[in-house]
């Protein structure tokens, strides 16, 4: 109102001007430009959500900000959000459910149109998912989604990324390959660790008893642990395969306290191409995730859904790992 009364123009010229000013005669959207200068009007983007039932806000929740993989997804997904006119607002769950439904409330709070979903373990939120989405909130997961959830995901083919770890193990000469990491519904609950087995299974190898522990994939200090144990047994591996980045960060940082070397005494695989890995020496050998094109891909299903004047598919992409050979797997020693 501020602005029509300095423009001389009506209130709905004022909105025009600022929402579609190709409608306006030139000399007329010249005359709120300058009112709006003048005055250094921000539109409320608040006011605006409440008004229309949705904003041009997407929320976005992941497991930790400090973790290179999610920090290279929210810049994608950002960049991405940018280019089309959308803000971003995000926060960590740290892997856990409970802190999770905060943040969901804060997001739903802001009426975010929409939100990226790396969901944290423990019994999932549905219940207050399904509300937003009732609510006008269209959902997405990425990297991660429960059993029973209706939503669609965009992430990594984390099966196939496993055999294709196990695999390459194998081909090298590998029959003792120990996962850092057991699958554990609540500790645990992921693809990564429930497909190690069957990656094993289809060579005709098992994971002996004494290499399988619940650790949490999140947690080098864990991996550095179990690595220590690991190495320790009277048969050791002759393979570690770190299902994470910062499991890498703890098992290299294990092997290389204990004087072990890599690959010579023991091959190292991990996932997650993380910039670090190829500073040090071997460079490890990583299954990386293309995080870019998921980022890009999780905006663009996410955005379809919350333009659509109609129902759309759900979606379920995944994206295939990309296996970076750089050193640190080895034929194993005699």
């Keep these: 109102?501020?602005?029509?009364?300095?423009?001389?123009?009506?209130?709905?010229?004022?909105?025009?001007?600022?929402?579609?000013?190709?409608?306006?005669?030139?000399?007329?959207?010249?005359?709120?430009?300058?009112?709006?200068?003048?005055?250094?009007?921000?539109?409320?983007?608040?006011?605006?959500?409440?008004?229309?039932?949705?904003?041009?806000?997407?929320?976005?929740?992941?497991?930790?900000?400090?973790?290179?993989?999610?920090?290279?997804?929210?810049?994608?997904?950002?960049?991405?959000?940018?280019?089309?006119?959308?803000?971003?607002?995000?926060?960590?769950?740290?892997?856990?459910?409970?802190?999770?439904?905060?943040?969901?409330?804060?997001?739903?709070g802001h009426r975010v149109s929409g939100l990226l979903l790396r969901s944290g373990f423990g019994p999932p939120n549905l219940a207050y998912l399904r509300k937003m989405h009732e609510r006008g909130t269209h959902i997405i997961h990425v990297d991660y989604f429960f059993d029973g959830s209706p939503f669609g995901y965009v992430m990594l083919d984390n099966a196939g990324s496993v055999a294709a770890g196990v695999e390459y193990l194998h081909s090298l000469g590998h029959r003792r390959i120990a996962p850092l990491a057991t699958y554990h519904p609540l500790v645990s609950p992921e693809e990564r660790s429930s497909a190690f087995p069957l990656a094993m299974a289809a060579h005709g190898l098992k994971i002996p008893p004494q290499y399988q522990r619940v650790v949490s994939l999140a947690d080098a200090d864990d991996a550095y642990k179990l690595t220590v144990d690991l190495m320790r047994l009277e048969v050791p591996p002759t393979a570690l395969f770190a299902l994470t980045g910062n499991q890498g960060l703890g098992a290299y940082r294990a092997l290389k306290d204990l004087g072990i070397d890599i690959p010579g005494e023991v091959s190292l695989l991990t996932f997650d191409a993380y910039p670090w890995m190829t500073l040090v020496e071997p460079n490890l050998d990583a299954i990386e995730q293309p995080v870019d094109e998921m980022g890009k891909a999780a905006v663009s299903a996410l955005l379809r859904e919350i333009e659509a004047t109609g129902p759309v598919d759900k979606t379920e992409l995944r994206f295939p790992g990309i296996l970076r050979r750089r050193g640190s797997a080895a034929p194993p020693p005699d």
């Design 1 to 108: 109102r501020d602005v029509a009364r300095l423009a001389g123009v009506s209130t709905s010229t004022a909105r025009r001007a600022i929402h579609q000013p190709k409608l306006l005669a030139p000399e007329t959207l010249e005359r709120v430009l300058k009112a709006i200068d003048a005055l250094q009007y921000e539109p409320d983007q608040m006011a605006g959500a409440l008004r229309k039932g949705r904003s041009t806000t997407i929320g976005m929740v992941v497991g930790n900000i400090m973790e290179p993989f999610f920090a290279a997804l929210i810049r994608s997904v950002a960049s991405n959000l940018m280019a089309r006119d959308y803000a971003l607002i995000f926060a960590e769950n740290q892997y856990r459910a409970d802190i999770e439904l905060q943040q969901l409330r804060m997001l739903h």
